[in-house]
């Protein structure tokens, strides 16, 4: 596990597009038989990728957290993007198949991960927030989800968001998280931009073709910056930056949240005239 330390918006526009992309941009998520993790400092989100091969992989983080057990104090959610597979949780299996999710409450204390095919691997996409409650483990299954349709296609932004750990579906105590998907020949999300003050978030740009590159646009609303992302890689995004983005063709993300609510709407909004 990295560690990313918070950083001050003033500083930031110092940045060359070097030490943007190393303080902001995780380049590798996925590789076959590891697991890849962050933490970062703002809110201390915990993320990264799990891509069992043909052994079974667990997270261990005692030490490095200063308690007995990975989720001793903390909750957990995880979004399948790969293959099939599983995880198991105190001896309790839960079939993970491709896009299915999991919120994980806190006290957990086995956390397994496994794929059904070493050939085409699970690749579990995790988010972990600090807990003050234990809340029921919930699987969710992406065929029982009803996406929120918005956008239109005159605009370059008609998708579909899939909300996973969110108080519609399961109750957490701080974490939110989902998954949104561009329809072919959009590419905005979200356009009018904006900031919420209260929460940080990272996003995970994937199911893109190896040449698509997404511009991943952050920084204050009048002193924007932007990083440019390929497939399953991901942006951190402090509470007050901007965090918004466009590609070369359409692409899903998973968005991942955490700070003073879970108000999924909470947000102040950016006027055009103000981008800078």
């Known amino acids: 596990m990295e560690t990313r330390y918070a950083i001050h918006p003033e500083d930031m526009k110092k940045y060359t597009t070097e030490e943007l992309r190393r303080e902001f941009l995780v380049e590798t998520l996925f590789e076959l038989g590891q697991v890849h993790l962050t933490y970062t400092h703002n809110d201390r989100m915990i993320f990264g990728g799990v891509t069992p091969a043909e052994q079974e992989l667990t997270i261990k983080l005692d030490k490095e957290l200063g308690v007995e057990y990975f989720l001793e104090r903390r909750e957990l959610g995880i979004i399948n993007i790969g293959g099939d597979g599983a995880v198991i949780l105190d001896g309790v299996e839960y079939e993970m198949q491709g896009r ?108 893109m073709e190896p040449e698509t590159r997404v511009f991943h646009f952050m920084g204050k609303p009048d002193e924007t910056r932007h990083l440019v992302l390929k497939n399953e890689q991901a942006a951190i995004s402090p509470s007050w930056s901007i965090h918004t983005g466009t590609a070369t063709s359409n692409y899903t993300f998973i968005w991942g949240m955490c700070g003073e609510n879970i108000t999924y709407t909470d947000m102040d909004f950016v006027k055009m005239e103000d981008l800078r």
């Open 100 to 207: 299915d999710g999991l919120y994980v409450g806190k006290g957990t204390k086995e956390v397994l991960f496994r794929s059904s095919d070493a050939n085409n691997p699970a690749k579990f996409y995790i988010n972990s927030t600090p807990a003050h409650h234990t809340y029921p483990t919930v699987k969710i299954d992406i065929n029982k989800i009803v996406p929120l349709e918005t956008g239109e296609p005159g605009t370059l932004n008609e998708r579909k968001i899939y909300q996973y750990v969110h108080p519609n579906v399961c109750e957490s105590c701080q974490l939110q998280m989902g998954l949104t998907m561009l329809a072919p020949g959009s590419v905005w999300n979200t356009m009018p931009c904006h900031t919420h003050e209260r929460r940080m978030e990272v996003y995970l740009y994937f199911d």
